[in-house]
């Protein structure tokens, strides 16, 4: 059963612009992961957030973190055309024994 | 490059056919997972394996199974294919059990199409 959801499902900017991710997740969770996908290709995990933290910054990302909303935000800032991909929130299931992903965010930056 | 090796990339086969795939874990992760990704389901976690033992069952079919070696590489088999198992299969890895507690590595998948 799917855990996460993002927001918007498709997102189009230029590059120098800022593109904002947003992911809702329905119970309790230990933490929070932001992957990527270029089409077609593996998975790279960009950034795990605990449920103890409320932000986390890795170069040009930020993500946040409210379990008292059960939401997450990914934020990068000033885009480049490299960044053009798909994102996606994993959590944790109810069991704490598998990560439960969402279908994702596609992110398109023009240059 | 994660580390994660998979065999083959591409497949293509028949209905009712078997398959084995193939995953390499990035050196000293022990465990194992496995992911099938399609355009209706999304990313599906299937099985997960440490050091050699079974450990969380996801969403997987009774037609698959799958197995980690003493060198910790893992196969899936998908026997009795149907055309809906057309997919990309993933396979992860981490340093350890606990799976969401962690990062996990992927390999470039193996993309499965059945005709």
């Known amino acids: 059963s799917q855990q996460g959801e993002e927001d918007p499902q498709a997102l189009s900017i230029q590059e120098g612009e800022n593109a904002t991710m947003n992911c809702s997740y329905k119970t309790s969770i230990n933490n929070l992961q932001w992957y990527r996908q270029n089409s077609g290709r593996g998975l790279v995990h960009l950034i795990l957030i605990r449920s103890n933290e409320r932000e986390k910054h890795s170069g040009r990302l930020r993500v946040t973190l409210d379990t008292s909303k059960k939401s997450s935000s990914l934020l990068i800032t000033a885009s480049r055309a490299a960044d053009t991909a798909s994102y996606f929130c994993?959590?944790?299931?109810?069991?704490?024994?598998?990560?439960?992903f969402g279908k994702g965010t596609t992110l398109s930056v023009s240059s | 490059d994660s580390g994660v090796t998979q065999t083959p990339k591409h497949l293509i086969t028949a209905t009712g056919q078997r398959v084995t795939l193939r995953c390499s874990p990035r050196s000293g992760d022990l465990s194992v997972y496995w992911y099938q990704q399609s355009l209706d389901q999304g990313l599906q976690f299937l099985i997960q394996?440490?050091?050699?033992?079974?450990?969380a069952k996801g969403n997987i079919l009774e037609r698959f199974s799958a197995q980690q070696f003493p060198d910790l590489h893992s196969e899936l088999n998908l026997s009795s294919l149907e055309l809906g198992d057309s997919a990309l299969y993933f396979c992860?890895?981490?340093?350890?059990?606990?799976?969401?507690?962690?990062?996990?590595?992927f390999g470039p998948g193996t993309r499965l199409t059945v005709l």
């Open positions: 394996y440490y050091n050699g033992e079974e450990r």
């Open positions: 992860a890895s981490s340093v350890a059990t606990g799976g969401p507690l962690y990062p996990q590595f």
């Open positions: 994993a959590t944790d299931n109810q069991a704490g024994t598998a990560l439960i």
